[in-house]
């Protein structure tokens, strides 16, 4: 009897405050376990926590608080919680936040009660995913106040927002836990990192949301983080795990000839990678012949092909794990991403000294303007080779150098060396091939002429070709974030590379031109901002326009209005062409491109500078238009 008791005891020991993780999209439409945290008795009611970024829209703590109806008496507290000394301090976007709640159970659930009033047009999905970054499900918030219209929210109406909370079930059983604290997930996050975030085990992490050790985690689900005393976040966590050990070696090199040879990028492919893509080829076959047959009947639907990637209907999950930067992994490919695992990848390391020299001491004459004020470039000569130098802090240097060694395209700018600076407050350096044409912009700018209408379109499909490969290609799946005129180079032959690949797309969040607008106020990142972003440098490539709101003139988005919706009864199809022509740079003789080609790319770009990121093509649809032209 004694014995059962114990065992009854211990059972009610191990599952102490447990909850399901749902694993699904925050915007899909149905509710699983763990879509809303599940409470046993309605008495049962906690202070605790929740984690919210800073973003453009919501830039300081008082705006964030402003968000979560918090009481100004409060924010006194808030603020030394987060270590925060004044309430309007502009934090940078994705800055973590606690925000204390008090959180109860209503009905069968947790939650805490936020009331937002519709600023605009907007949607529950937007909401829910975007303003409160997947603190609640868009479906929750749906059947919370069902008494709306269900597509158009009426601006300024007031919406009961039930976000996601949990209270330890009974705090005497709990093992001491004191709080459960909700944090959402974003891009590139992860349990580790999270579990190395709040300082405890990924063990009692992963137990509290009932998930084996190793779980895959998706953007925007929530975690509940286990916690025996208040909640303290450390910010001193890299972003990014840090690259396997072996894996990314820098070379020291002296500056002798003998070391010359040895400066270049090194790939050595092994023998057993080798055998292991016959494996791949050979089990591929099969795959892509069961898959062919799936995807019969759903080729012909252009908007299902845009919004779900193949393996997200075959399996019941979903095709974004959190191992990467964007949304989507790389998953109809057939060959295992650890195939490459056996390429070796590594950069010259240059010192300061040489750096130094080449720049002049870094000097403004050598200096390119960059789009933001943060990172500088500097173009330079080493050892008569010219260079792309970027200056950048230490801390963001690991991204990009990670970044690059999972990728090689000849479409984007190839990474040669890392200079790291002294100590922890100097700069660091990358050091990058430069393409002898330089800039995209500068060339449409300066001469235009050079750029015909062949160069052009090879250009496009160029810029199409690199984009691809990081939405596809690589493992996991890399959105750039950052396209624009300015990151794009040009070779002596007038094919483009991308530049700025890996970097922080924060620092570049000043510039706002070209930029999606999901992106611009919800921070919603996916490959969908790239595209967003190739529409707008496809029309300064039309145009040969900068996109600039600034001085008065249309936005070349608006400026392709004329293209109207498919069935514009006002401008017959030659007014169509007409203002095409005069849309289009005065540099290109008209009689030297074909307008029917013209209209097609403007009609791409249209497509891909849609406000709803859904209506955007893919680069793989993207790739197929610009096949055909070049
Ligand atoms: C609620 O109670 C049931 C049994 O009555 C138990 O299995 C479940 O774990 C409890 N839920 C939580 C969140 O503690
Ligand atoms: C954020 O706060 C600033 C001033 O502190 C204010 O101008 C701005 O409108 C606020 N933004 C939102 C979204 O409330
Ligand atoms: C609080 O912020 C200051 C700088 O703003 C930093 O020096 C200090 O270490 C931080 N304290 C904690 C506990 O993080
Ligand atoms: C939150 O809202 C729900 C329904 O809108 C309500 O039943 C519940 O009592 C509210 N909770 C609190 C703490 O106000
Ligand atoms: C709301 O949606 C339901 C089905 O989802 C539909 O039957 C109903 O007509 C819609 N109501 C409005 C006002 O759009
Ligand atoms: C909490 O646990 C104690 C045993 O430590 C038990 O006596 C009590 O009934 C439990 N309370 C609830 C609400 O389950
Ligand atoms: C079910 C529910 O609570 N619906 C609410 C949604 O929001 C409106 C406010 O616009 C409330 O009136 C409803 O009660």
């Given at each position: ?17 447990q ?149 330890p ?9 004191k ?25 009692d ?33 890299p ?22 040879l ?54 019941p ?82 991204h ?29 350096y ?39 490969y ?27 590379k991308l ?85 289009m ?21 249209k497509?891909?500078?849609e406000?709803?990121p ?17």
């Amino acid at each position: 009897m004694i014995y059962l008791f114990l065992l009854i005891w211990a059972f009610i020991n191990l599952s102490y405050a447990q909850q399901y993780y749902d694993s699904s999209e925050c915007s899909s439409d149905t509710s699983s376990p763990g879509s809303r945290y599940i409470c046993n008795s309605s008495h049962n009611s906690c202070h605790t926590f929740l984690v919210y970024r800073a973003n453009r829209y919501f830039q300081t703590l008082s705006n964030i608080t402003d968000l979560f109806d918090m009481s100004s008496a409060k924010s006194g507290e808030v603020l030394h919680l987060n270590n925060v000394t004044s309430p309007s301090e502009i934090l940078k976007p994705g800055r973590e936040v606690l925000i204390p709640i008090i959180c109860s159970c209503s009905g069968q659930f947790f939650q805490t009660n936020v009331s937002y009033v519709v600023p605009g047009s907007t949607t529950y999905k937007k909401i829910a995913c975007g303003v409160f970054e997947g603190l609640l499900k868009s479906v929750t918030l749906a059947e919370e106040n069902q008494s709306q219209e269900n597509g158009s929210l009426q601006v300024g109406s007031k919406l009961n927002v039930p976000v996601k909370c949990a209270c330890p079930e009974n705090v005497s059983t709990s093992r001491g836990v004191k709080y459960l604290v909700t944090y959402p997930f974003v891009e590139g996050d992860g349990p580790v990192l999270l579990s190395q975030k709040f300082g405890i085990s990924l063990e009692d992490l992963c137990e509290a949301n009932l998930l084996e050790s190793k779980p895959t985690v998706y953007p925007k689900t929530t975690f509940l983080v286990p916690l025996k005393s208040d909640p303290f976040i450390n910010f001193n966590i890299p972003d990014s795990p840090p690259p396997a050990p072996g894996f990314l070696p820098t070379i020291t090199i002296e500056n002798t000839n003998k070391s010359k040879l040895i400066r270049k990028l090194y790939i050595v492919g092994s023998v057993v990678g080798f055998c292991l893509v016959l494996v791949a080829i050979l089990a591929c076959g099969l795959y892509v012949k069961a898959l062919k047959k799936w995807k019969g009947e759903r080729l012909h639907s252009f908007n299902a092909r845009i919004i779900s990637t193949p393996i997200s209907s075959t399996s019941p999950a979903r095709s974004s794990p959190l191992s990467g930067q964007t949304g989507r992994s790389s998953t109809n490919s057939c060959l295992s991403p650890d195939l490459l695992i056996g390429i070796k990848y590594s950069l010259n390391s240059y010192s300061v000294e040489e750096l130094k020299k080449a720049t002049n001491n870094f000097s403004e004459d050598t200096k390119i303007i960059g789009d933001h004020d943060q990172e500088d470039y500097y173009k330079a000569k080493i050892d008569n080779v010219v260079v792309l130098i970027k200056q950048m802090r230490f801390e963001d240097t690991r991204h990009v150098i990670d970044v690059h060694s999972r990728i090689n395209h000849i479409n984007i700018l190839s990474l040669h060396g890392v200079c790291y600076g002294e100590n922890d407050f100097s700069w660091s350096y990358l050091v990058f091939e430069f393409p002898s044409n330089g800039c995209f912009r500068d060339c449409l700018s300066n001469q235009p002429n050079s750029l015909d209408w062949k160069r052009r379109t090879q250009i496009a499909f160029d810029i199409a070709t690199g984009l691809h490969y990081l939405h596809y290609c690589i493992f996991p799946t890399y959105a750039h974030l950052n396209i624009n005129s300015r990151q794009i180079y040009l070779t002596s032959k007038w094919r483009a590379k991308l530049a700025n690949v890996g970097t922080n797309p924060a620092a570049a969040a000043g510039s706002s031109k070209g930029v999606a607008p999901e992106y611009l106020i919800h921070g919603s990142a996916s490959e969908k901002v790239d595209i967003f972003a190739f529409g707008v440098v496809l029309l300064e490539l039309l145009s040969g326009r900068e996109d600039d709101v600034m001085d008065g003139e249309l936005s070349l988005k608006e400026s392709i209005g004329f293209l109207g919706g498919g069935s514009s009864t006002t401008t017959s199809e030659g007014g169509c062409f007409e203002q095409l022509r005069s849309f289009m740079d005065p540099s290109l003789k008209e009689d030297h491109y074909p307008l029917a080609e013209a209209l097609c790319l403007a009609v791409l770009a249209k497509a891909c500078v849609e406000d709803d990121p859904l209506h955007r093509p893919s680069m793989d649809d993207i790739l197929k238009v610009l096949a055909r032209m070049v």
